[in-house]
């Protein structure tokens, strides 16, 4: 069983910073409408971070294993809010878009599928987000 540890910390608007138990620390965004010019992510832009950064981990170890030469990797996310507070996601579309060397379309798609199963962040938000993923195989090498 894993465990971790995460200690959000302010001293006023707009200074929120993460700290994990190494002492890496993420700044998170704030002040919103009251002046501050926005310099990182939101709480909210920071589930969709997390869970793109766990599927990409996830998806090009198993695209290495299948043999496939990914050379660049990106995934962007679209997600779609409830309009009323608790503005949670309502849908999340995950692209997928992937550079390479002669990548097979069925092998990326059964790497992605996997990823969603094995990806931690993808597992815990599908029970309450409906999560669509698609993906683009891009010309050229990167």
Not at 29 to 42: D, P
Not at 51 to 63: E, K, V, Y
Not at 91 to 113: K, S
Request: glycine share 8%; net charge negative; charged share 25%.
């Amino acid at each position: 069983m894993g465990y971790s540890e995460i200690v959000v910390r302010s001293d006023g608007p707009g200074a929120i910073q993460a700290r994990d138990e190494q002492n890496n620390v993420v700044g998170i965004h704030w002040a919103e409408g009251k002046g501050e010019a926005k310099t990182t992510l939101r709480p909210m832009e920071m589930i969709l971070a997390g869970l793109g950064g766990c599927l990409l981990a996830t998806s090009w170890p198993i695209l290495e294993k299948m043999r496939q030469a990914v050379t660049a990797y990106e995934i962007v996310l679209h997600g779609e809010r409830a309009p009323e507070p608790p503005r949670v996601y309502r849908h999340i579309h995950v692209e997928h878009r992937l550079q390479g060397t002669d990548l097979d379309r069925d092998q990326v798609q059964r790497a992605i599928e996997l990823a969603e199963q094995y990806c931690s962040a993808s597992a815990m938000l599908s029970r309450a987000v409906e999560i669509r993923q698609t993906f683009t195989i891009l010309a050229g090498d990167a």
